[in-house]
């Protein structure tokens, strides 16, 4: 089993609609989570980071953490085309700094 | 956001060459600096983290002699693709943490062609 579970997709919604990514973890000891957005062939690029639980909002996108579930969630509302890109999740623990990774998300938005 | 500026975004070069690639922060001191390989849909593999003034701790299966990193400041860090095959050939994100170890950001990517 991976530390880090995230489906791959690829994930289809029209245009406005609220998007819902996901990822599960299996180590307790994980506090920092990120959400990196993707373009194809370019470098990633954090959207938001959160330290233990809780929700964060910026914008059109809220990510929320349950540590009880080990399950994180980023939404996207009134999506854009230009939001298609591959999501990845990554976090690590407090005393370890190296980031374990999803597979990543690849969203598409359709116009 | 911090800034990580990374070149070159791309390099063919011949087989049998190295290729260095560079890993800058530019507002922010980064203490620990990772790189990754990335291939075609698919998710980041990590390679090696590097540490200000020290050697580089390499993931399993990755060949250090092959892949030189050296960390040689805190806005600084080097990867060197010795003897370049095809099967080198990637895209190649180095990543850097600032002092306090929490967000991490990333250079542009480097694709490397090998032909």
């Known amino acids: 089993q991976k530390e880090v579970e995230q489906d791959p997709g690829p994930l289809s919604v029209p245009e406005g609609a609220i998007v819902s990514l996901n990822c599960t973890y299996s180590n307790s000891a994980f506090q920092y989570f990120m959400w990196y957005r993707q373009y194809s062939r370019k470098g990633p690029e954090l959207l938001m980071y959160t330290y233990s639980s809780g929700n964060k909002e910026d914008g059109r996108f809220t990510a929320q953490v349950d540590k009880s579930s080990k399950y994180i969630s980023l939404f996207i509302r009134d999506s854009q085309p230009s939001d298609s890109a591959t999501y990845l999740c990554a976090m690590s623990a407090v005393s370890n700094y190296q980031l374990i990774w999803g597979a990543g998300t690849k969203l598409i938005i359709k116009p | 956001g911090a800034v990580v500026s990374q070149h070159p975004s791309w390099v063919i070069c011949k087989s049998g060459t190295s290729v260095k690639i560079e890993c800058r922060s530019l507002?922010?001191?980064?203490?620990?600096m990772f790189w990754y390989r990335q291939f075609p849909k698919q998710s980041l593999m990590l390679m090696a983290t590097?540490?200000?003034?020290?050697?580089?701790?390499?993931e399993q299966g990755v060949e250090k002699d092959k892949f030189l990193i050296n960390h040689a400041s805190l806005t600084l860090s080097t990867l060197t693709v010795t003897s370049a095959h095809p099967e080198d050939s990637s895209f190649y994100i180095c990543s850097a943490r600032t002092v306090l170890n929490t967000e991490a950001f990333f250079g542009q990517g480097t694709r490397l062609t090998v032909v």
């Open positions: 507002d922010f001191q980064a203490t620990t």
């Open positions: 590097s540490n200000e003034g020290s050697k580089a701790t390499y």
